[in-house]
């Protein structure tokens, strides 16, 4: 017969909200980063802005997809390697994620950046023609993008989730101390530049976090959260 221990119950709640707290916390703070920005340029240079920010994404959306497939399996992969492995296991696999996810995203940016002009006119007719420039600039911010994703994945594979809070903190202040400036001084390179460094942010400090985390110059028997 199954049988509720209480205090078994205790401890594994007591566990996943270690864990979950600070995803949940920047799960609130990452709509003031990124999203603030755009809804910035929307009020400062006009509702032409969003529209092109929004329809130039939508051109490298195959990249979202793709990230999302990875979630759905990676993150899984990674805990297991960790904790029936050890650390060593886990950094060959990240590694070979990383190399192999970069690849792929390189790939899909390239090939819209060669035709942005006629992927965006096919899309949305030739009056955004003049907005396929920003699909580059997409280009860049998902390539440096993806760059996280390997390293949230490790990061929560050993459970130390709390530098995923500070850095949608760090970001959220960034945001909110410059989306004004960059549109209103610089226009839409501007407000690219700002959506560029929302992603160099988190790049930064997670890798930090990480290598200090699971060095992989040495070769530790277990690593704590």
Known sequence: PVRFDRRSFATVCEHHWAFSKWIFGSAIFRWMSGHLIVLMSGGILGAYAVGAIRSTTNV????????????????????????????????????????????????????????????????????????????HWWAVIYLVGFLEFPLETGLKAIEHTRPLFYTVVIEAIFAAATSYLLAFHFGLPGVMFGLLVVKIIPVSVLATSFLRKVPPWRRPADVRP
């Not at 990230?67 to 590694?95: D, S």
């Not at 990383?98 to 949305?124: D, E, K, N, P, W």
């Open 60 to 135: 490298l959306a195959p990249v979202q997809v793709f990230l999302l497939a990875l979630a759905n399996i990676a993150p899984v992969k990674a805990a297991r390697l960790f904790h029936e492995h050890g650390a060593q296991p886990l950094l060959r696999y990240l590694g070979k994620l990383s190399i192999a996810g970069f690849a792929m995203t390189a790939a899909m940016v390239i090939f819209g950046s060669l035709f942005a002009s006629q992927i965006v006119g096919l899309l949305y007719g030739d009056e955004y023609r003049p907005f396929a420039y920003l699909i």
